[in-house]
């Protein structure tokens, strides 16, 4: 079966600093990923989705990155983190059928 | 761009069929409209899919007028369980729009 990994679970990083969060997908190929953003008590922001290696699309402006440098592996990183950034940030591949995600267990970030 | 709306709460209780409408305009006319449940610092779960007139799953139903500018989910005999946001998820031109949620409260 399909499973998803996210770490670090929470993390609490300065203003200014950089950032790396990390998502792993098991038990399946080439799927589609994706990268949400939730602020506290709000609804969810996609921020990037990737159809495969190396093959990011970004939809909101901001300090924000992607990579995706193998098959089941999803990146996000900051050069430089901003209070704005904090948030539960999630990770989801999609399933056989389009927007069928599923998501992992999530990071909480925590910019002070 | 396509908007959604959801209702921000709903308060029911045990045992009741519950409904939750999303209103969107503007969608896309041959994607799928897709609702998940979400309980607190856990990332969404996917409930129901459906693209017109009604689906049904062992958890819920989905039911979507032939104008397709508004799906409703249907949970049937709730329990305390089902306390969570749920989000219908919509397409607009390629671009996936989550609605705004609707927090359920289940009373015993």
């Known amino acids: 079966s399909q499973t998803i990994h996210q770490w670090p679970a929470t993390l609490v990083q300065p203003v200014g600093s950089p950032l790396s969060l990390e998502c792993t997908v098991e038990?399946?190929?080439?799927?589609?990923l994706y990268w949400y953003r939730q602020a506290a008590g709000r609804g969810l922001q996609l921020l990037f989705y990737s159809v495969g290696i190396g093959q990011i699309s970004s939809e909101v402006p901001q300090n924000l990155s992607a990579s995706r440098p193998q098959d089941r592996q999803f990146i996000l990183s900051s050069k430089k983190l901003l209070l704005s950034d904090s948030g539960f940030y999630l990770c989801a591949w999609e399933g056989a059928s389009s927007y069928e995600q599923y998501f992992g267990p999530g990071t909480r970030l925590t910019v002070t | 761009l396509a908007k959604t709306t959801q209702p921000i709460s709903m308060d029911s209780y045990e045992g009741q069929e519950v409904n939750i409408t999303c209103s969107h305009n503007n969608i896309a006319t041959n994607d799928y409209i897709t609702w998940y449940q979400q309980f607190p610092s856990q990332g969404p779960r996917f409930i129901i899919q459906?693209?017109?007139t009604k689906v049904t799953n062992e958890v819920a139903s989905l039911f979507i007028p032939a104008d397709r500018k508004s799906s409703t989910l249907s949970l049937p005999r709730v329990s305390l369980s089902d306390t969570a946001v749920y989000y219908c998820?919509?397409?607009?031109?390629?671009?996936?729009?989550f609605g705004t949620g609707t927090r359920l409260q289940v009373f015993p």
């Open positions: 038990g399946t190929s080439n799927p589609n």
């Open positions: 459906g693209y017109k």
């Open positions: 998820l919509v397409v607009d031109t390629d671009k996936l729009i």
